[in-house]
């Protein structure tokens, strides 16, 4: 790609409203049987870099970039010099002399893809990170905007911790008008005090909410979608042994439905079934989840296309 064309996503705060609301948009139309293929990536090559484990995400990427036209090259934790102890600044100027998009899933600090991304040809793209996973939120905006035609004035129930896929959600979110975003979280366990600060100046900017509370109790009712994630963030562990003690009031069972009897059921996977939600819940009438799986692909087709200038 010719330097300048590139554009990084390393985090929702490299995109602008009016960037965002576009990616989420294009991921839609690219749900539609018409559009799940392309050529707008022909001729590019694509780098897919994964230190930690994934079944959706590194799909979700390889398969796009393959329908947009891409090739692509595969890495895995032990197959760069990295590991012999080549910088990451060397090793981004290098792949970026081959590469044209590298996919980064790295579940540490953000600041390594900063330098990966510090080179003028290779677009580097976040596909998580220990703070946030903002392709993730990309494609949960596209499947609400998918399932209701729209995004604004939505009422959203996050429950379980504030993992990085909760920060993405209530940073995107909140970026949109009338949307009440309500995150129910376990002692100790929430969103990271910047970002719910980030949130909810977003919030007030777009004219939308966002709360946070740490008990189940009181939980407002008229939701228009629940969310949890499972309770073992890939990459972490919990140095309290009673964590699970702690997360246990916070399990979506059916109950959550008395209140919003018409709201669907989003879950990132991969879920635990009796842990974070019910078996009745997710592979149940209510539930989006593997549809959310799906738009994974889509959202990724996008984000491709528009890091590479080419949507």
Same mark, same amino acid.
């Given at each position: 790609?010719?330097?300048?064309?590139?554009?990084? !996503?390393?985090?929702?705060?490299? !995109?602008?409203?009016?960037? %965002?609301?576009?990616?989420?948009?294009?991921?839609?139309?690219?749900?539609? /049987?018409?559009?799940?293929?392309?050529?707008?990536?022909?001729? &590019?090559?694509?780098?897919?870099?994964?230190?930690?484990?994934?079944?959706?995400?590194?799909?979700?990427?390889?398969?796009?970039? &393959?329908?947009?036209?891409?090739?692509?090259?595969?890495?895995? #934790?032990?197959?760069?010099?990295?590991?012999?102890? @080549?910088? %990451?600044?060397?090793?981004?100027?290098? &792949? /970026?002399?081959?590469?044209? %998009?590298?996919?980064?899933?790295?579940?540490?600090? #953000?600041?390594?893809?900063?330098?990966?991304?510090?080179?003028?040809?290779?677009?580097?793209?976040?596909?998580?990170?220990?703070? @946030?996973? #903002?392709?993730?939120?990309?494609?949960? &905006?596209?499947? *609400?905007?998918?399932?209701?035609?729209?995004?604004?004035?939505?009422?959203?129930?996050?429950?379980?911790?504030?993992?990085?896929?909760?920060?993405?959600?209530?940073?995107?979110? /909140?970026?949109?008008?009338?949307?009440?975003?309500?995150?129910?979280?376990?002692?100790?366990?929430?969103?990271?005090?910047?970002? %719910?600060?980030?949130?909810?100046?977003?919030? /007030?900017?777009?004219?939308?909410?966002?709360?946070?509370?740490?008990?189940?109790?009181?939980?407002?009712?008229?939701?228009?979608?629940?969310?949890?994630?499972?309770?073992?963030?890939?990459?972490?562990?919990?140095?309290? #042994?009673?964590?699970?003690?702690?997360?246990?009031?916070?399990?979506?069972?059916?109950?959550?439905?008395?209140?919003?009897?018409?709201?669907?059921?989003?879950?990132? *996977?991969?879920?635990?079934?009796?842990?974070?939600?019910?078996?009745?819940?997710?592979?149940?009438?209510?539930? !989006?989840?593997?549809?959310?799986?799906?738009?994974?692909?889509?959202?990724?087709?996008?984000? *491709?296309?528009?890091?590479?200038?080419?949507?």
């Amino acid at each position: 790609m010719n330097a300048g064309a590139i554009r990084h !996503l390393i985090s929702t705060h490299d !995109l602008t409203d009016g960037e %965002l609301t576009s990616l989420v948009e294009r991921g839609a139309e690219f749900s539609s /049987s018409s559009l799940r293929s392309g050529e707008q990536l022909s001729g &590019l090559v694509a780098g897919i870099y994964f230190l930690k484990t994934s079944t959706r995400t590194r799909t979700s990427f390889s398969a796009a970039a &393959l329908r947009l036209g891409a090739q692509i090259v595969s890495f895995g #934790p032990d197959d760069l010099q990295t590991n012999t102890g @080549e910088t %990451l600044k060397d090793t981004g100027e290098v &792949l /970026s002399r081959m590469l044209d %998009l590298l996919v980064v899933r790295t579940a540490g600090d #953000p600041a390594d893809l900063r330098v990966l991304a510090s080179q003028h040809r290779m677009a580097v793209i976040n596909a998580m990170t220990a703070d @946030e996973h #903002p392709t993730q939120a990309v494609a949960d &905006l596209v499947t *609400l905007l998918c399932h209701f035609g729209r995004i604004e004035d939505l009422r959203i129930c996050y429950v379980g911790e504030g993992n990085n896929t909760a920060a993405a959600l209530a940073l995107t979110l /909140s970026r949109f008008k009338g949307v009440h975003l309500e995150l129910r979280t376990p002692p100790g366990y929430g969103l990271d005090a910047l970002v %719910l600060r980030d949130a909810v100046a977003n919030a /007030s900017n777009s004219g939308a909410t966002v709360v946070e509370f740490h008990t189940m109790d009181g939980a407002a009712d008229g939701f228009d979608a629940i969310y949890t994630t499972r309770w073992q963030t890939t990459g972490t562990s919990k140095p309290d #042994p009673d964590w699970r003690n702690v997360f246990a009031p916070f399990q979506v069972t059916s109950a959550l439905w008395d209140k919003s009897p018409n709201a669907v059921f989003l879950h990132d *996977l991969p879920a635990h079934r009796g842990e974070d939600v019910i078996a009745e819940v997710l592979d149940g009438p209510h539930s !989006l989840a593997f549809v959310q799986a799906e738009n994974k692909m889509y959202a990724a087709m996008a984000v *491709l296309a528009w890091c590479a200038n080419r949507h």
